[in-house]
């Protein structure tokens, strides 16, 4: 009987590895092919279709054909499915913007899915809401955004269902990734599901919490995984430790290849990166050489896929020189937003008799107040830990802290004044909080503000007293988001909020239309300031 069940348990551990192939080992030469050959101008495309028969006939098939004159672009319309993209609901006169989001939930729901061989979807076991566009799976940090518009809207159940999904890919793949693609299992995103089941708690009653304890304590150990054995002043996956014994986290992917989603845009970063360095090298060898060129790639896909996990992709807060993404080093960093979100989770934890490290906590609790904070700028920036130092860098992301750390009154006296001080200066706009001080084309940079950003910047100035600054932030947002909405009949996924007469843009594809964190923060703010 024991040997049986051991079998079984080595039979459903190989099914389930077969399922996370990832299109790059499913289809090897057909997907080098189809990404080196532009077939989709969006390299998504083809990493999200559907097969439409086995895929080892798709592949046999294609050995026969390649080389032959083959129509590549043919060839996968007959043996794959593009995944169909949300319809937008139009916009009708006299319809207001919420009644619209209300709409909008059917056209981003998904019902529970079901597994298909060859595909890289991860099949969850209830209904979910997707962000939109090109984003046909869930997403992780999306989800916790969207959850507060579905709360406004009574979607109850919704909620719930979200969250027993993302519990789901704990218990099954050890942490929730990305978005639920074979793809993302590398890599998480920022960890809200404390804040999840927090918000579900704050309409079912904190019975919640014991539901969700297994999870929420399975989800800290991911991100703590390693740290009894890493060595001060060293790092290892997403674990960093201080000279002095302080745990800290930060985002790094598992893989160091490049993303499958974004395979072209990754290999020309990587070549440029390389080439850079290789200018002020002699090399003894072509071996050497190619060495060299293998090793340095590989640093850059780790770090380019790291900065995904941050959901910050991408950003020159990762960049040395902030024009050049090729000078990406995001795993350097202990980022002041993740920091939080564990000190969040830590927290849930403790309260609700989960195991949890006190000291640890308390040690990460000092190290965000002091590390984390930029004297010369009065604001919270990420901290460096291989040049031991904050970044000058300032964003959005420091905002973080405002409503997780806990301040005595002293300490919220002195800081108050210098964070709205900093806001007022450096990140507050027209249209309300921009990503970062910087524009070079990048997404997560200035011009661009985002919802969640509005969001934790407002529920942190209002714990920390700042009430009137908050509700101008909303209101410069939400005022857009209207303005935006009478004009073209969309709710988009970012917003230029340093000129109101421009569109935004910058990243890898075009802003898109959904959206699901827009649509959230915008009932959760229209409800909590009435602007209506």
């Not at 139009?90 to 207001?96: A, H, R, S």
């Not at 399975?218 to 009894?228: H, I, L, R």
């Amino acid at each position: 009987m024991k040997k049986i069940k051991i079998s079984l348990l080595f039979l459903s551990l190989t099914i389930l590895l077969i399922a996370q192939k990832t299109p790059d080992k499913i289809y090897e030469q057909l997907f080098l092919d189809i990404q080196n050959g532009n077939v989709f101008p969006d390299s998504k495309t083809f990493v999200d279709c559907i097969p439409k028969r086995k895929p080892a006939d798709i592949m046999y098939d294609y050995g026969l054909q390649k080389g032959t004159g083959l129509d590549l672009k043919k060839f996968v319309s007959d043996n794959f499915n593009v995944q169909a993209q949300p319809n937008v609901i139009n916009i009708k006169e006299g319809k207001l913007i919420g009644e619209h989001i209300k709409d909008l939930w059917t056209v981003l729901k998904r019902a529970e899915d079901k597994k298909v061989e060859g595909s890289s979807l991860l099949a969850l076991p209830k209904p979910y809401i997707v962000p939109g566009g090109r984003f046909t799976e869930v997403y992780y940090w999306d989800s916790y955004f969207t959850m507060l518009g579905l709360k406004e809207s009574g979607e109850t159940l919704a909620i719930e269902d979200m969250i027993d999904n993302f519990a789901f890919l704990i218990n099954n793949y050890g942490h929730i990734p990305n978005g639920n693609r074979s793809y993302y299992l590398s890599r998480s995103q920022p960890p809200f599901f404390g804040m999840m089941v927090t918000l579900l708690a704050s309409i079912k009653g904190n019975g919640i919490y014991k539901k969700y304890l297994p999870a929420l304590q399975k989800e800290y150990n991911f991100w703590m995984a390693g740290y009894s054995t890493t060595k001060n002043g060293e790092a290892y996956k997403r674990v960093i430790k201080l000279d002095d014994g302080t745990i800290l986290n930060r985002y790094c992917d598992d893989d160091d290849i490049p993303r499958q989603e974004g395979y072209k845009e990754d290999v020309k970063t990587a070549e440029e990166a390389v080439s850079q360095k290789m200018m002020t090298i002699r090399f003894a060898s072509e071996e050497a050489m190619k060495t060299f060129k293998e090793t340095e790639s590989k640093i850059i896909y780790k770090n380019l896929r790291s900065a995904a996990e941050s959901g910050w992709d991408f950003s020159s807060r990762w960049f040395i020189n902030p024009e050049k993404i090729s000078t990406i080093h995001t795993i350097d960093f202990a980022p002041v937003d993740l920091n939080s979100l564990i000190l969040n989770l830590e927290n849930i934890l403790i309260k609700n008799g989960g195991e949890v490290d006190k000291q640890i906590n308390g040690k990460r609790a000092i190290a965000i107040k002091k590390l984390f904070w930029n004297k010369k700028l009065s604001f919270y920036c990420d901290y460096d830990f291989i040049q031991k130092k904050v970044s000058s860098s300032i964003t959005a992301a420091g905002f973080f802290p405002l409503s997780i750390v806990n301040y005595t009154t002293a300490e919220l006296k002195a800081l108050a004044p210098k964070v709205v001080s900093s806001t007022n200066l450096n990140l507050l706009k027209p249209g309300g909080i921009v990503s970062s001080t910087i524009n070079v084309g990048q997404q997560w940079d200035a011009p661009n503000g985002w919802a969640p950003q509005q969001w934790m910047a407002v529920i942190g100035l209002e714990k920390i007293g700042q009430s009137a600054l908050a509700k101008d932030i909303a209101t410069r947002w939400i005022t857009l988001n209207k303005k935006v909405y009478k004009a073209t009949g969309k709710l988009t996924e970012k917003y230029n909020v340093v000129d109101l007469s421009l569109e935004t843009g910058g990243g890898e594809y075009p802003n898109l239309d959904g959206f699901g964190w827009t649509n959230g923060v915008y009932l959760a703010l229209e409800k909590k300031y009435n602007l209506k």
